[in-house]
Structures are given as structure tokens and as C-alpha cells.
């Protein structure tokens, strides 16, 4: 089962992902018009600034993100008890052995099929024989 705090903590991971998609595309963005506007003046002294206040910008996004994910995870350990690491173990143990069963039913399943045809195959070509 799911805690509060994981969450919060998946929210805080796509806040953040999205902040660096944003940032990616804003400064592809931003390159491309700076590559045009230099074809018609130089502009490294505002392309510098930009570039800072850029920085600037994403850098308090991210400040924002983190003292949010910082008070939220003070509220949510008023009502929740954290995870201490014997349950964090046994959640990935459940994870581990739940990945390895699967894998082993594909498998299985993938060396039965393959089994049936050969099996089939050599039926046919002992009836194909003593035909």
C-alpha cells in the first residue's frame, strides 16, 4: 500500500520534471531567436543577461519545489508514521519477487510454445515418413 508521503514525493519528482522540460524547451527556444537576432546585431551582452535571468528563474522553481516538498512532508509525518527500512525492505523484496515470477512465467510460457512446435514438428515429419 501507497503512503501519503510517496505521494508527495511523486508529485515533488514530476514538479521537477516538468521544471526541467520547461527549462529544455524554453532555452532551444530562446537559442533559436538568438541565433536569428544575431544575424542582425550583436547581442552577447543581452543574450548573457537572459541566459542569468533564465537561470535565475528555474533555479527559484526549483527552491519553490523543494520548500513545498520540505513543509508537506512535515504535515504528512503528523499523520503518518514513516517507513522504517525492515517494511521498506520487505516492499522491495515484494517487488523483486514479483518482477522474478513474471519473468519466469514469460519464460516458461516461451519454452513450453517452443517445446509444442518442436514436438509437433517431429510428429509431422514421422508421419510425413511412414506415409
Not at 12 to 40: H, S
Not at 57 to 83: D, H, Q, T, Y
Amino acid at each position: 500500500m501507497r503512503t501519503i508521503k510517496s505521494y508527495q514525493e511523486q508529485v515533488q519528482d514530476v514538479v521537477e520534471k516538468a521544471i526541467a522540460t520547461v527549462e529544455e524547451q524554453y532555452k532551444e527556444l530562446a537559442a533559436t531567436t538568438f541565433t536569428y537576432v544575431e544575424k542582425l546585431t550583436n547581442v552577447d551582452a543581452v543574450k548573457s543577461k537572459h541566459d542569468e535571468v533564465a537561470d535565475l528563474a528555474v533555479n527559484k522553481a526549483r527552491e519553490v519545489n523543494k520548500l513545498i516538498g520540505e513543509k508537506a512532508g512535515e504535515i504528512i509525518l503528523k499523520f503518518e508514521k514513516p517507513e522504517t527500512k525492515t517494511a521498506k525492505a520487505k516492499t522491495a523484496a515484494k517487488t523483486t519477487a514479483k518482477k522474478a515470477a513474471t519473468t519466469a512465467k514469460k519464460k516458461a510460457t516461451t519454452a513450453k510454445k517452443k517445446t509444442t512446435k518442436v514436438a509437433k514438428d517431429l510428429v509431422e515429419k514421422a508421419e510425413a515418413a511412414t506415409a
